[in-house]
């Protein structure tokens, strides 16, 4: 880890704005896209975005901090706050959210890098998981913990444990297996022909 220099203005300590962390996290997306995350330095960061290294690891301490801070950032869709009052609506809803995102080229690379840096880093992994991934599943558990008590849904449902990889392939592969994005219409036709039914399939 690099310190800030004692000879640093003191005006430069200060928390940085919104706006310049934005022209940081983004100058951090670009880089991962187009280098992925191994290759990926704080000083290309840092040149980047027309910054001083030590005012990146002042903010984040060093790569990991930045790299996932920016990716909290960058990602356009959450479904935490999602309680349409039945299943099939909140479904829909997640849908509609994904199918509003454009998947870029940018995003489709972002995905490759981060997916083999975290075969490569475990320590990495365990953190966009707690940062990024266990909030959305836990969003998942309690929109299903709602269908079970209004009756939706069996309590001992096989598939439930299942619902974030059946979104997430929905999601994120159609594209390279159709090579076209997945769209609201066919994210809710997922829904009402595979995920659906699939969670209301009873236990064995």
């Known amino acids: 880890m690099t310190p800030a220099s004692d000879s640093e203005p003191r005006l430069r300590r200060s928390r940085l704005s919104p706006e310049r962390e934005i022209e940081l996290y983004n100058a951090t997306i670009e880089l991962l896209s187009e280098v992925g995350y191994e290759a990926m330095t704080m000083d290309a960061v840092a040149a980047r975005a027309h910054s001083s290294k030590a005012t990146l690891y002042r903010q984040w301490q060093g790569k990991p901090g930045l790299v996932i801070a920016a990716l909290k950032h960058h990602k356009p869709v959450t479904i935490v706050d999602i309680d349409t009052g039945s299943l099939r609506d909140d479904l829909y809803e997640i849908a509609r959210r994904h199918g509003t995102m454009a998947h870029t080229k940018q995003d489709a690379a972002l995905m490759s890098g981060m997916t083999h840096a975290v075969r490569n880093d475990a320590e990495l992994g365990r953190a966009l998981r707690t940062a990024l991934v266990e909030p959305e599943n836990e969003a998942l558990g309690r929109m299903l913990a709602r269908a079970v008590e209004r009756g939706e849904l069996a309590a001992d449902v096989p598939a439930a444990r299942f619902l974030p990889h059946l979104i997430a392939g929905a999601v994120f592969f159609r594209e390279m297996i159709d090579g076209e994005p997945a769209d609201e219409a066919y994210l809710r036709d ?13 236990a064995r």
């Open 190 to 202: 997922a829904i009402d022909s595979v995920i659906l039914p699939a969670l209301q399939a009873p």
